[in-house]
Every structure is written in C-alpha cells, then in structure tokens.
C-alpha cells in the first residue's frame, strides 16, 4: 500500500521479555517518527530519524527503549524487558524532509500503531 | 511550565453547526502548529499547517487561525455532519526555545448529532 504500515498490529507479552515492533514509512519519506500513545493521554515524542543525521533520541524514557532504521527506510523499535507501564499504542509516522530540524513544517504521515499489552 | 491545552475533552454540536476547538499553549514558541484528526483505532491524519506569520488557513469545510498574542489557535468546522465525528489534536514545535519535534495536545472529541 502506499501508507505507513506497522506491525504487529497487536502484541501480547509478558513483563520482562523483550519487543520489537516495525515501521515501514511511505517510499521516498526521510523523516521517521516514532510516538507512544497511552490512553487519555497525548502523543508522547520518542525518537526522530532524518536522512543519514544522528537519531534525535530526546524523547526516549528509558535505556531499556532503542530504535533503529536500516538502508534509511523500515525502522525497528525495541524494548528490552518490558514493563507495565509500558503498555501503550506505538505509532510511527514520516514524512519527506522538512526545512526545521524537527520537521515540524512538514505533515506528518501516521501509521495505525502497534497496541502493546505487558501482562 | 510548559501546556498545551484543548478545549473541553469532548464537544458535542448539532449536524450542520459550525464546530470550534480551541488549542491554547502556554510557554511555547511555536514556528509552526498542525491539526490533526484521530479515529478511534487508527493512528491521526494530518489535516491542516499553519506558520507563525499566518492568521488563517483553510481548506474546504476546514478553516484554522494561529494567534501568537493570544497564544491560541482555533479550529472550525463548518456545516458539520456525522463523519466529523472524531478527535482532534492539535500540535506544535517549540523553535523559538530551540526544540523542533512537534508536541501534541491530548486532543477534544467531537460529536456531531443528527
């Protein structure tokens, strides 16, 4: 298709096991974007990929969360032994490149998540 | 500290009235504000930009205002129809303290009766 897909759709795991979870932006889009949405809550900023720049991992919680994007298009987030509180929708978005650092001129492009359950 | 805040968590409006959300943001120097519309188990869609330097966008039913004084934008939904019903968000960067991702609001649901 020509949207972001993201994979699993759902993921059921146990605490402390780890995750990955995958992003495929839309082709030719080199800002990628990952957030975490817990319910009543905002769109919480992860991390942002743009082009070959360093990540800007600002918005990462914890050690235990880490992403990575292969060849400048799919993208992987793990989290290394899961928590609770970890339980969240994760959505990935792109877009093409923007003028600010962050992008934020440019619309984003949103996938529909990945609903992660911890047990 | 820093707050973005919409408007009442749900708003409920007659078919055809016209729909205004509020987005209010304390503590931000925004260059740049997005609207987006979210659909229960779907990830947002982007729906309108707005710049600093802009008073007012529209696109069809959508019309979108960013007043810097004010440190509010407004978003209108004319002659409103049950397939407007969704929540809404909006968002911004902070660039002018130096942080360029855009943060969201927690966004108002919308109900549109028939």
């Known amino acids: 298709g020509a949207g972001v897909s993201q994979s699993p759709s759902n993921k059921v795991t146990e605490k402390g096991k780890d995750v990955e979870l995958r992003c495929d932006p839309i082709?030719?889009?080199?800002?990628l974007y990952w957030y975490r949405q817990s319910l009543g809550q905002g769109l919480e900023f992860l991390i942002y990929?743009?082009?070959?720049?360093?990540?800007?991992k600002s918005g990462l919680p914890s050690d235990r969360f880490s992403a990575e994007r292969t060849g400048g298009s799919v993208s992987t987030l793990t989290i290394q032994r899961t928590q609770q509180e970890d339980s969240a929708v994760y959505l990935c978005?792109?877009?093409?490149?923007?003028?600010?650092?962050?992008?934020?001129?440019?619309?984003?492009?949103f996938g529909d998540g990945t609903r992660l359950s911890i047990l | 500290s820093q707050k973005i805040e919409q408007n009442s968590e749900a708003l409920n409006i007659q078919e055809g009235k016209t729909a205004t959300l509020t987005c209010n943001y304390t503590?931000?120097?925004?260059?740049?504000l997005q609207w987006y519309r979210q659909d229960p188990g779907r990830g947002p869609v982007f729906l309108l930009l707005?710049?600093?330097?802009?008073k007012e966008k529209r696109k069809e039913r959508l019309k979108v205002t960013f007043d810097t004084t004010l440190k509010q934008s407004l978003f209108h939904i004319t002659a409103s129809q049950p397939a407007d019903s969704a929540t809404y968000l909006c968002?911004?960067?902070?660039?002018?303290?130096?942080?360029?991702?855009?943060?969201f609001g927690k966004g108002t649901k919308l109900s549109v009766i028939p």
């Open positions: 978005a792109s877009s093409l490149v923007g003028r600010t650092a962050g992008g934020s001129n440019q619309p984003q492009h």
């Open positions: 082709s030719g889009h080199t800002a």
């Open positions: 990929f743009q082009g070959n720049s360093a990540p800007d």
């Open positions: 503590n931000y120097s925004p260059a740049y």
């Open positions: 707005i710049r600093e330097n802009e």
């Open positions: 968002a911004l960067d902070n660039i002018g303290a130096g942080s360029y991702q855009l943060t």
